[in-house]
């Protein structure tokens, strides 16, 4: 029988937590043919998820999580759950409510015939706004130009990742995460299925405006060096311009005589020129700061508790003790 993790981030979810467990429960419960296990991992919640997750264990044998010693942000919760996942497949879902699980059963299907990343895109968000879908798309179509790795539009961290692709995540360490665009890095044989996303089940939404507008910028920054790209080229032509001016200046100079006149102008193109430089100090500041929080090489998150950590020390007790006797069997 084959094992499925189900992944499930979670932060401040008290609200929702006991109503997506209840769900799981039941989704699966009719996937029969398949062993689960439900992997949640607490973001450094301050509210009492972590209590309704501890309950969810005492009575469920099929629950495990990860509790984090803070709150690092979805990204690398995600990056804990990759790597205490130990099914051959991971499904990864929204604590809210608005990923229906019901499209476990189309995943699964699909991950059978062969496909190693199943991706849920999603066609319609009830209450979205259409400015909020504007600026999405927006956004997507300014990432896909000036990426070099495809990214799916409207295709989330919703979806099915066959073992192999856990693995190959699990290698890419870096401490500002865009995990949508690394799982186009990865490769491996995709598949496509839609879902229209429901309202949230209870509480509000963690992601405000400053975190969204963090995310777009990893996004662009870690796939792309375009922004350095265009702001040399627009260097270059301010340049250009600028040496030309400065001919035009030095001949006519010299033939009818310096000027007063002209302050107003001068003043206009030197905070125009210093408005450029700081603009491209501020780009080149950006790759520079992701390059220094890389090279601390820093561990991407701490754990505070895990649930079979128990466990896992009697296993290491016990390949220790085995090891000792496989060296005493080889000395005699």
């Given at each position: 029988?084959?094992?499925i993790?189900?992944?499930?981030?979670?932060?401040?979810?008290?609200?929702?937590?006991?109503k997506?467990y209840?769900?799981?429960?039941?989704?699966?419960g009719?996937l029969?043919q398949?062993?689960?296990?439900f992997?949640?991992?607490?973001?450094?919640?301050k509210?009492?998820?972590m209590?309704?997750?501890?309950?969810?264990?005492?009575?469920d044998s099929r629950?495990?999580y990860?509790?984090?010693s803070?709150?690092f942000?979805k990204e690398t919760?995600?990056?804990?759950?990759f790597?205490y996942?130990k099914?051959?497949?991971?499904?990864?879902i929204?604590?809210?409510?608005?990923?229906?699980?019901e499209?476990f059963?189309?995943?699964?299907?699909?991950?059978?015939?062969?496909?190693d990343?199943?991706?849920?895109v999603?066609i319609?968000?009830?209450g979205?706004?259409w400015?909020k879908?504007?600026?999405?798309?927006?956004y997507?179509?300014?990432?896909?130009?000036?990426?070099?790795?495809?990214?799916?539009?409207?295709?989330?961290d919703?979806r099915?990742?066959?073992k192999?692709?856990i693995?190959a995540?699990?290698q890419?360490?870096?401490?500002?995460?865009y995990?949508?665009?690394?799982?186009?890095?990865?490769?491996?044989?995709?598949?496509?299925?839609?879902?229209i996303?429901e309202?949230?089940a209870?509480g509000?939404t963690k992601?405000?405006?400053?975190?969204?507008?963090?995310?777009?910028l990893?996004?662009?920054?870690?796939y792309?060096?375009?922004p350095l790209?265009?702001?040399?080229?627009?260097?270059?032509?301010?340049?250009?311009?600028?040496?030309i001016?400065?001919?035009?200046?030095i001949?006519?100079?010299a033939?009818?005589?310096a000027e007063?006149a002209?302050?107003?102008?001068?003043?206009a193109?030197?905070?125009?020129l210093g408005g450029?430089?700081?603009?491209?100090l501020?780009?080149?500041?950006?790759?520079?700061?992701?390059?220094?929080?890389e090279?601390k090489?820093r561990p991407?998150?701490?754990?505070?508790?895990y649930?079979?950590?128990e466990?896992e020390?009697?296993?290491?007790?016990?390949?220790?003790w085995?090891?000792?006797?496989?060296?005493k069997?080889?000395e005699?």
């Amino acid at each position: 029988m084959k094992t499925i993790t189900i992944l499930i981030p979670a932060y401040n979810e008290e609200a929702v937590i006991d109503k997506m467990y209840k769900k799981l429960d039941v989704v699966c419960g009719e996937l029969s043919q398949y062993s689960f296990e439900f992997l949640f991992v607490n973001d450094g919640s301050k509210d009492r998820t972590m209590d309704y997750i501890k309950e969810f264990k005492r009575r469920d044998s099929r629950v495990q999580y990860v509790d984090l010693s803070r709150n690092f942000g979805k990204e690398t919760a995600m990056l804990a759950g990759f790597d205490y996942a130990k099914g051959d497949a991971v499904i990864i879902i929204d604590a809210d409510l608005q990923q229906p699980p019901e499209t476990f059963a189309e995943m699964i299907h699909w991950w059978e015939e062969g496909y190693d990343d199943v991706y849920a895109v999603r066609i319609e968000r009830e209450g979205e706004t259409w400015f909020k879908k504007w600026t999405s798309n927006t956004y997507y179509t300014l990432l896909q130009k000036v990426a070099k790795v495809k990214v799916y539009p409207q295709a989330g961290d919703f979806r099915l990742l066959d073992k192999k692709c856990i693995v190959a995540l699990r290698q890419l360490r870096e401490h500002e995460r865009y995990t949508k665009g690394m799982y186009g890095w990865i490769g491996f044989k995709k598949k496509e299925i839609s879902y229209i996303a429901e309202p949230r089940a209870a509480g509000e939404t963690k992601w405000k405006l400053s975190a969204l507008l963090n995310l777009a910028l990893n996004g662009i920054t870690s796939y792309s060096t375009m922004p350095l790209r265009i702001w040399s080229i627009i260097g270059f032509i301010i340049s250009m311009f600028a040496f030309i001016y400065m001919a035009v200046e030095i001949i006519r100079t010299a033939l009818f005589g310096a000027e007063v006149a002209g302050y107003p102008s001068l003043i206009a193109g030197i905070l125009f020129l210093g408005g450029i430089q700081l603009i491209s100090l501020g780009i080149i500041g950006e790759y520079l700061g992701r390059v220094f929080v890389e090279t601390k090489e820093r561990p991407v998150y701490f754990i505070q508790e895990y649930s079979e950590k128990e466990n896992e020390q009697k296993n290491q007790i016990q390949d220790e003790w085995k090891k000792e006797m496989d060296l005493k069997h080889d000395e005699n």
